[in-house]
């Protein structure tokens, strides 16, 4: 019975080829979009949780921030000093490393090569508490964190800019006015995310670029490294109290500085994704259930424009259970042909999103055998009413129709 | 559920040889007292004013009459496609007036064949698979329903048309494709309303000589609606409705003995 409905449905859609191909189209944009926003939303989730586990949890930042609005204040933000950073690290237990830095932006050149980066000063702990490596050449000495001169290490991205495949080390750039001999390159460690590159980077002793590109002592972030033994949030209010305290602010006064944790912001990042990818997949199954009412509506004309055809087989002696089984599997067909197509377009549209996002591509077996399922489903949702009808019809009726 | 009416239509036809065999002359087709109206009351029309008909195995019968006189009515109540309002239907000797739509599905199936005036093939599929179509529901196996289908169009001399569908086939191919989708299952018998209303001269005799030939020389037993007394004449029997009742009744054969 089925083998025959198969055949008989098979040879109907082929005397239709443009009007099967129409019927499809609701489907596969329907199911396309499903899988792209699945995809994606797994890919940008991913992404968040991968980039906190490059940072490592137990990792708090302290920046100087604008946010005072008292009436005696400007807005200038105040700047930390190296007494700050010390202060943490000795007055507060819990913290294992602290990591003090300053950052501006330059212009590198070699040879004829030029690219803009920024330059970050940085002390020992740096390596340790940004879980950094040097793989080529040598970390700073102590010698050379202690006296001022510039040495630098090169991110990935900077070293290819400047000299391309030849290895840097030795070699002599320009930051800003000033030379700078070229010990190391570090580790890669690949986008964090679209237009952010975390290899974009130039390292060099923080005295050193406090002096020759700064000119000041200020520091304006510190990475704080939380012994595992203790609780972000913990040892965070430790730091605001003791900062407020440093930055002598009144009970009554905002803060002048932030403390962020990126582990606490990823998790409300990944809570925020979760969402959008429900609500948009919801978005987008509304759009296939529209393609199945699509299926139904075209369905529906082509029993009325078939109705000689469907005479001519009850005359023949079909049966009218033979006839509905032949339309639903037509139905069925063409949605999950119409699904198939969906999913191929919808893994090659999120394989260029994630590509262009900078987001892992990865396959959800779930999300592919479930749109492929739910398409068959829709076939035979929406093929039942038009395929009922088709096998109600009376032949005599049908064969004397147009 | 199709399965045991399969077996119950298989059932009648095993009967039907049995009581041919051991009694002769039943005949295929006997109407009694049958009527068909539609419409109740005051809208009431009788289409069939209680008929009695009889058809011989063999006989090649044409039913002629004007517009209205109840002759496509009588040609669906032959071919299982209506229910009588009264009266009784024994198709080969079996009382089937009564039966349920799945019922008759099966008989039509099993021992009619139809052609209509308007050819009524499956456009844009070829005559192979519109000679095909009614073996695939008899459930008949791919390479003896290819060479059924090859040998039907072959009897209607269509060889080397196989692949051409009915656009590529003129008017008189076109009815011959039919034919032999009509006849491709061995029908007991053949119902055609009006076969040659759409089709020139020419091609007419074409297809009359096919149906004639086929009458004679495979014994098929042919029941053929027309308007044209040439046509008509062909047949061995004349049968015209008027009003819905049989005014005359005329077998050749009879007449010259
Ligand atoms: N479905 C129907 N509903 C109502 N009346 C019908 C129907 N079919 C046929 N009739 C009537 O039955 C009579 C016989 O029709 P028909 O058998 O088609 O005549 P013929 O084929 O001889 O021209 C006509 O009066 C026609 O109007
Ligand atoms: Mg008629």
Redesign the interface.
């Known amino acids: 019975?089925i083998l025959?409905a198969i055949?008989?449905a098979f040879?109907a859609l082929r005397?239709?080829v443009m009007r099967s191909l129409l019927t499809m189209l609701g489907i596969v944009i329907g199911v396309a979009a499903v899988i792209t926003v699945a995809t994606l939303g797994a890919g940008a989730s991913d992404s968040i949780t991968s980039q906190v586990s490059s940072l490592g949890d137990k990792l708090l930042f302290i920046t100087p921030s604008a946010e005072e609005r008292g009436p005696q204040s400007g807005s200038a933000i105040r700047p930390f000093t190296r007494r700050d950073s010390d202060a943490l690290e000795s007055n507060i237990f819990g913290i294992d490393d602290v990591s003090p830095t300053v950052s501006k932006q330059v212009t590198t050149v070699y040879g004829n090569s030029n690219w803009s980066t920024s330059v970050t000063g940085i002390t020992a702990e740096y390596f340790p508490v940004r879980n950094a490596n040097v793989i080529r050449g040598n970390d700073f000495s102590e010698q050379q964190y202690q006296s001022g001169r510039l040495t630098c290490i090169l991110g990935k991205t900077v070293r290819e800019e400047l000299f391309g495949a030849v290895d840097a080390v030795g070699s002599t750039i320009r930051i800003g006015i000033a030379t700078c001999q070229v010990i190391g390159e570090l580790e890669s460690k690949g986008q964090a995310g679209p237009g952010s590159d975390q290899d974009n980077i130039v390292l060099a002793p923080l005295r050193a670029v406090q002096i020759r590109l700064i000119g000041n002592e200020n520091i304006t972030a510190i990475a704080a490294s939380v012994n595992s033994g203790a609780s972000n949030s913990e040892i965070r209010l430790e730091i605001e109290e003791l900062m407020r305290e440093r930055r002598n602010i009144r009970e009554t006064d905002v803060d002048d500085f932030r403390v962020l944790d990126p582990a606490e912001i990823a998790g409300v990042l990944e809570d925020v994704t979760g969402i959008l990818t429900l609500f948009l997949s919801a978005i987008a199954g509304v759009s296939l259930l529209v393609g199945g009412i699509g299926i139904m509506n075209i369905m529906l004309v082509s029993v009325t424009e078939r109705t000689?055809?469907i005479?001519?087989?009850?005359?023949?002696?079909?049966?009218?259970?033979?006839v509905l089984t032949q339309f639903l599997v037509e139905s069925v067909i063409l949605t999950t042909l119409g699904g198939c197509i969906g999913i191929f377009f919808g893994l090659t549209g999120s394989y260029a999103g994630a590509l262009y996002m900078g987001f892992d591509f990865t396959i959800d077996p779930n999300i592919v055998m479930g749109a492929f399922a739910f398409s068959a489903l829709v076939g035979v949702v929406f093929g039942y009413v038009p395929a009922r009808r088709a096998a109600r019809l009376d032949?005599?009726e049908a064969?004397r129709h147009e | 559920m199709?399965g045991s009416q399969l077996s119950q239509a298989r059932g009648s036809e095993a009967l039907a040889t049995d009581a041919a065999d051991s009694a002769a002359k039943v005949p295929t087709i006997r109407l009694q007292q049958l009527l068909r109206s539609y419409g109740h009351g005051e809208s009431e029309v009788i289409a069939l004013n209680n008929i009695d008909f009889t058809v011989q195995k063999g006989e090649f019968v044409a039913l002629m009459g004007p517009s209205g006189a109840g002759k496509s009515t009588c040609l669906?109540m032959l071919?299982c496609?209506?229910r009588p309002t009264n009266g009784h239907y024994f198709f080969q000797g079996v009382d089937v007036a009564y039966l349920s739509?799945?019922q008759r599905?099966?008989?039509?199936?099993?021992f009619?064949g139809?052609v209509?005036q308007g050819f009524?093939?499956?456009?844009?599929?070829t005559a192979l698979?519109n000679v095909e179509?009614?073996l695939?529901?008899?459930?008949v196996p791919t390479k003896e329903r290819h060479r059924r289908a090859r040998e039907a169009l072959e009897k209607v001399g269509l060889s080397g048309r196989e692949k051409h569908t009915p656009g590529e086939l003129s008017g008189g191919q076109q009815q011959r494709v039919a034919i032999a989708?009509a006849i491709v299952t061995d029908p007991a018998l053949m119902l055609a309303d009006e076969p040659t209303g759409n089709l020139d001269t020419a091609m007419s005799q074409e297809i009359l000589r096919l149906l004639t030939q086929l009458n004679q020389d495979q014994g098929l037993t042919i029941v053929m609606v027309t308007h044209e007394a040439d046509i008509a004449a062909i047949a061995q029997r004349e049968v015209h409705f008027l009003d819905g009742r049989i005014a005359t009744d005329t077998t050749r054969g009879a007449q010259s003995e």
């Open positions: 019975m025959n055949l008989l040879r005397r239709n000689r055809e005479g001519i087989r009850l005359a023949i002696g079909a049966l009218g259970k033979e032949p005599i064969l | 199709s669906n071919g496609l209506d739509g799945e599905a099966l008989l039509r199936r099993h009619i139809f209509f009524n093939l499956l456009n844009r599929t698979e179509l009614p695939i529901y008899r459930r989708r």
